[in-house]
């Protein structure tokens, strides 16, 4: 289980942490084709130009990422990124129509919830303990 969270942690952190130094770089290095569905491209460009809502996400996703990197607070990091893993799935299949990365993120951390869920149990209380 060791490797497998290492494996997991390795590729979740990285994909999150390098997606979002090329979205917050000026000139990114990793250039993303536009999305074909119209409604995407009027949501991405909402985001994109219109708010600086997407360069907050990218900040909340490059601090995830290295926490979960980093092999330090990592149930911490996963509750920063699995949301945002979950709005990348959920954009994909509804505003896209097709599956893309957003799969292989909720799945690398639906295994690195599982492998940590020692960690998560206390948010699972029926009756809990105030202090």
């Known amino acids: 289980m060791f490797w497998t969270a290492l494996v997991a942690r390795l590729i979740l952190g990285g994909m999150f942490v390098v997606f979002s130094v090329n979205a917050l770089l000026p000139s990114p290095f990793i250039h993303l084709p536009p999305p074909d569905s119209d409604v995407a491209k009027t949501f991405m460009k909402t985001l994109y130009i219109d708010s600086n809502y997407l360069r907050a996400v990218k900040v909340l996703e490059l601090i995830g990422g290295l926490l979960v990197l980093s092999g330090r607070l990592v149930p911490l990091g ?29 799945i690398l951390c639906a295994t690195l919830i599982w492998v940590y869920r020692s960690h998560f149990t206390s948010l699972f209380a029926i009756k809990p303990k105030i202090g």
């Open 78 to 106: 996963l509750v920063i990124l699995t949301p945002i893993a979950v709005n990348i799935l959920f954009y994909e299949f509804f505003l896209v129509g097709q599956a893309g990365p957003g799969v292989p993120l909720v």
